[in-house]
């Protein structure tokens, strides 16, 4: 299934800590960005590698390194930019492309107001980041964006996930594997997720 629901002892407690109503929003940022890193090491664990030899201290060392074009990381404006980091400390030469999408908060719709997308995304693994999959329409605007781009090959990183938001993302692109920190009970009549996390964009930027 490409739904990973990445139940790591780390993950749990800071899930649990950022659920909190009265966490700060420094700490809230932290730890968007530190679970964004875990995200991170499970969703690279297949990526390929290629033999290498370099000098060592006693001589000539057979290694490996990541082979192919770096990977390209995508946030989703605002809230993805909260977990950028993280992805970036465990593979810091990655790309960065920029996709801004609002949802309209009455009718849910995804609006798509910026798009910065790298070159060469047929050959590249795209690594989307955003906190919350509620209804999918974000995510999904964004994975066709990529697709429409060249890209062959996305991932999802969310922290929390709605089962509808899974449902909406693998219904039209079932070769999208979704990691998330958690998958929540379901969306509320406004279309957040329930037990979730609140309003992520403003609880990582401090805004309202
Ligand atoms: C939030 C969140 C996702 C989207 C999820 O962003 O960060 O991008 O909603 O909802 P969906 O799955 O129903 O599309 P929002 O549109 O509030 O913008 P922001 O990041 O600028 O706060
Ligand atoms: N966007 C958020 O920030 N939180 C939700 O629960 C749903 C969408």
Redesign the pocket.
Known sequence: MPIHEIRHPLIRHKLGLMRRADLSTKNFREMAQEVAALLTYEASKDLPLEPHTIEGWCGEVAVEKLAGKKVTVVP?????IGMLDGVLSLIPGAKVSVVG???N?ET?Q?HTYLERLVGALDQRLALIV??????????V?TIDMLKKAGCRNVRALVLVA?PQ?ID?VLGKHPDVHIYTASIDSH?NEN?YIIPGLG????RI?GTR
């Open positions: 989703i404006l605002r809230a993805g999408i609002a949802r908060e849910l995804a955003d906190p919350m999959l509620a209804t999918g329409g974000s995510m605007a709605a938001g909406a969306l279309g309003d992520a964009g403003d930027f």
